[in-house]
């Protein structure tokens, strides 16, 4: 694992986003793994501002989302489909047909999941994944559970991620108590990853992250038999380490 530990927020997302710009302009027709939450909102905004100078073209670029709660129709503000294009899609020029989000309406769940993989592996697998990291060490939305799923599936969110998610909604009772993730095969698959965390509330999680045994009551903790990530963290949540 290869840490660049920054001053603050806005070093992180411009850290960030110069990793992904970098992987655009060697390979304009990347496939980007994307991640949503709080932490990445900053990455977004300063790749939108390089696209707007003219730095980065997203015309041939393909991307797949990690995940999206289940319940949430795409124009709610809270899911991630909502998410990723009033920050992201909306602001570049992305074709439409080149965004994959995982889908959680009324179809056949399982079968919707097998697509999903299977889309991702049609597409070459992922170049660069982006990532985030629960409080509770969740990547995507693979929850700490005895075992972990290789591929795409639905998930009952821990009572931790709800309680951390409840900030987006107006109250805990309204967060989605499901949600479809990509499972840790496609992510352990990417040939680079960028995991970026920020603030004193993911400082426990970033240290068994990083210097913790390898367990699925950390899904995170995977991570470190990768062979090519890079992880960004403020001071805040580099304190243990
Ligand atoms: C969310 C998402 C993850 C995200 C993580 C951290 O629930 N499912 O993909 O990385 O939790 O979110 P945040 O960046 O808001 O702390």
Partial sequence: MEIKTVNNYRELSEKAAAIVAG??????????????????????????????????????????????????????PQSYHFYMYSNFFDHINIKPGNIHIPYCGDQDL??????????IKDAGGINLQILGLGVNGHIGFNEPCEY??????????????????????????????????????????????????????????????????????????????HRNIVLIVDREAAALL
């Fill in 23 to 76: 992987e655009l302009n060697r390979r304009p027709d990347s496939v980007l793994g994307l991640a949503t939450g709080s932490t990445p909102e900053g990455m977004y905004a300063q790749l939108v501002k390089m696209y707007n100078k003219k730095e980065i073209d997203f015309n041939d670029v393909v991307t797949f989302n990690l995940d999206e709660y289940a319940g949430l129709s795409p124009e709610h």
């Fill in 110 to 119: 399982d079968l919707a999941c097998k697509e999903y993989d299977q889309k």
């Fill in 148 to 225: 972990l799923y290789t591929d795409t599936h639905l998930v009952d969110l821990t009572a931790e991620t709800i309680e951390a998610n409840s900030r987006f909604f107006s109250s805990r009772e309204e967060v989605p108590r499901q949600a479809v993730t990509m499972g840790v095969a496609s992510i352990m698959h990417a040939e680079k990853i960028l995991l970026m965390a920020a603030g004193e509330n993911k400082a426990r999680a970033v240290q068994l992250m990083c210097c913790g045994r390898i367990t699925t009551s950390l899904p995170a903790s995977l991570l470190q038999l």
